[in-house]
């Protein structure tokens, strides 16, 4: 069975940090690259961070760099997002994605999964 599970989210004041975790299975998580996403009520999804399957390359959206760190570990299939200094607009549901591309004949196929997200609150 193919998961994708966040955990991690929480309550927090300003100021404090938490470390959401993405963990997958049923599927081979090093060859995907993840993201993380998340959703403000009465906004749309957006981007947070992403990692590519190596672990090598990330990227950040700009209202969180310096302030959101993300790493994996593909020995536990396991992507981290350290969030520091947070504040109350980044109150959101987090969703982890999977994202795999595979080019065959000079066709691309995409293989993508979400999980079911994680309620991260920062109190002002």
């Known amino acids: 069975q193919l998961l994708l599970v966040e955990s991690g989210g929480g309550l927090v004041q300003a100021g404090g940090s938490l470390r959401l975790s993405c963990v997958g299975s049923?599927?081979?998580?090093?060859?995907?690259?993840i993201g993380w996403f998340r959703q403000a009520p009465g906004k749309e999804r957006e981007g947070v961070s992403c990692i590519s399957d190596s672990g090598r390359s990330s990227n950040y959206a700009d209202s969180v760099k310096g302030r959101f760190t993300i790493s994996r570990d593909n020995a536990k299939n396991t992507v981290y997002l350290q969030m520091n200094s947070l504040k109350p607009e980044d109150t959101a549901v987090y969703y982890c994605?999977?994202?795999?591309?595979?080019?065959?004949?000079?066709?691309?196929?995409?293989?993508?999964?979400w999980g079911q997200g994680t309620q991260v609150t920062v109190s002002s």
């Open positions: 049923g599927f081979k998580f090093r060859y995907y690259s």
């Open positions: 994605r999977a994202v795999l591309e595979i080019y065959s004949w000079g066709v691309k196929s995409t293989r993508m999964y």
